[in-house]
T-cell receptor, first 110, second 114 residues
Framework: QQPVQSPQAVILREGEDAVINCSSSKALYSVHWYRQKHGEAPVFLMI?????EQKGHEKISASFNEKKQQSSLYLTASQLSYSGTYFC???????????FGKGTLLTVNP | DVKVTQSSRYLVKRTGEKVFLECVQDMDHENMFWYRQDPGLGLRLIYF???????EKGDIPEGYSVSREKKERFSLILESASTNQTSMYLC?????????????FGPGTRLTVL
């Protein structure tokens, strides 16, 4: 079952902050975050593992609440380059298979 | 630079044709994946492979098959293309099982079935 992302879309002015949420009905082993710009392939941003480890982008942070099966991506002081569709992908066990949400369209305007 | 390449960016086929989509990665990754991406539905996993000649069904395998004869190459086959298979197809690879297994995506193939 696909994780649920919210909001579906958000519009920001440059310099504003945003939070994108990802919620699953299943117990999670890890959560991945990817960004896809229009006409391009998705690009890896972050991985958050059960137990607290994470790896990712230096200017983007995220949290992972294992008990609630939720993750949030925090975009601070947004830049024009942050525009794109953000996907979370959830892994239910250490089996490398991801189930992606439907995406959140982020638009950053000057 | 890591690289995942797909054989075509755009492809137009007729209903009933057999269609091959090819994906090649140069990173010596064990895992490879095929997704389809449709507006409003996100990325949905069709098939994946964790080793040469090994494959597992994803969430929407019906109407598709795959082949992985070499570690670097993963093919998606539409045995008899139908109009509801018109979509963007994305291939990805990842380096290991579990842990920091970020996926690297190819540029995608936009398939139109007439």
């Amino acid at each position: 079952q696909q994780p649920v992302q919210s909001p579906q879309a958000v519009i920001l002015r440059e310099g504003e902050d945003a939070v994108i949420n990802c919620s699953s009905s299943k117990a999670l082993y890890s959560v991945h975050w990817y960004r896809q710009k229009h006409g391009e392939a998705p690009v890896f941003l972050m991985i958050l593992l059960k137990g607290g480890e994470q790896k990712g982008h230096e200017k983007i942070s995220a949290s992972f609440n294992e008990k609630k099966q939720q993750s949030s991506l925090y975009l601070t002081a947004s830049q024009l380059s942050y525009s794109g569709t953000y996907f979370c992908g959830t892994e239910g066990g250490s089996n490398y298979k991801l189930t992606f949400g439907k995406g959140t369209l982020l638009t950053v305007n000057p | 630079d890591v690289k995942v390449t797909q054989s075509s960016r755009y492809l137009v086929k007729r209903t009933g044709e057999k269609v091959f989509l090819e994906c090649v990665q140069d990173m010596d990754h064990e895992n490879m994946f095929w997704y389809r991406q449709d507006p409003g539905l996100g990325l949905r996993l069709i098939y994946f492979s964790y080793d040469v000649k090994m494959k597992e069904k994803g969430d929407i395998p019906e109407g598709y098959s795959v082949s992985r004869e070499k570690k670097e190459r993963f093919s998606l086959i539409l045995e008899s293309a139908s109009t509801n298979q018109t979509s963007m197809y994305l291939c990805a690879s990842s380096p290991r099982l579990g842990g920091y297994n970020e996926q690297f995506f190819g540029p995608g193939t936009r398939l139109t079935v007439l």
